[in-house]
């Protein structure tokens, strides 16, 4: 609210409360002294009693306040992205970590829609997953690579859920988590899994690794008669004559 509409505001109510005055206008000069104390009592009441209620309310618009700002840096701060989608799939709210995730301000962000940072050869697998939070209003997830104006692209695992559900307009709260670390260390530990595997494999002596009960978790070689797969999962011990 403006000054201007905050004074007329305050013009009217003012005029307001004069008007209500007259209607209950009481005579003075027709009051005896005790009256008058009694009246200049009650006076001061009800002045302390709305210095309280206003204290009160000041108090708890501080509360507010606060809560407001715990919430929004809880929000803005958060160690994922969160935006919120129409259901065109724009963006109509965003935090700052979905921003620096895509790489773009707050402001030119809202009413872009999320599909221009996917990767070309994901559009398929996003436009089937957004459509199908909105048909279901399920939980629903896919992965996704967001390309960036910066850098090399990311892989993103896109969560999202209806949280408006009204018939004149429905939005979903998307939340973005970069796992691209996580799919560099799944890959690098493949790798190093299936090398490890290759080496043992080759070994011409026979490799058997084993958990702490006892039970085989890999053997490079089995003896003749024996399936491998047969044998994983067993007892080191059933092989013991």
Known sequence: ????????????????????????????????????????????????????????????QQEVAKSRQKYSDLYDFAPVGYVTLDDSGAVVEANLTATTILQIERGPLIG?????????????????????????????????????????????????????????????RVIINDITQLKESKSSLKESEERWRRLVENIPGRVTLLSLPGKILFVNRVQKGLDLDQVIGTSAFDYIH
């Not at 206008?25 to 002294?33: I, R």
């Open 1 to 60: 609210m403006n000054n201007d509409a905050k004074a007329k505001k305050d013009r009217l109510l003012r005029e307001r409360a004069e008007r209500i005055a007259q209607d209950r206008a009481v005579d003075l000069t027709q009051l005896s002294a005790a009256d008058a104390r009694r009246l200049i009592h009650e006076l001061q009441v009800h002045e302390i009693e709305l210095e309280l209620q206003n204290e009160s309310l000041r108090m708890a």
């Open 112 to 172: 872009r829609l999320l599909t221009e940072w996917v990767a070309s050869e994901d559009q398929d697998e996003y436009y089937f997953w957004q459509r199908k939070i909105f048909e279901t209003e399920t939980d629903q997830i896919c992965e996704v690579n967001l390309v960036r104006k910066e850098g090399e692209p990311i892989c993103a695992q896109l969560s999202g859920r209806v949280i408006t559900k009204t018939k004149k307009k429905r939005v979903c």
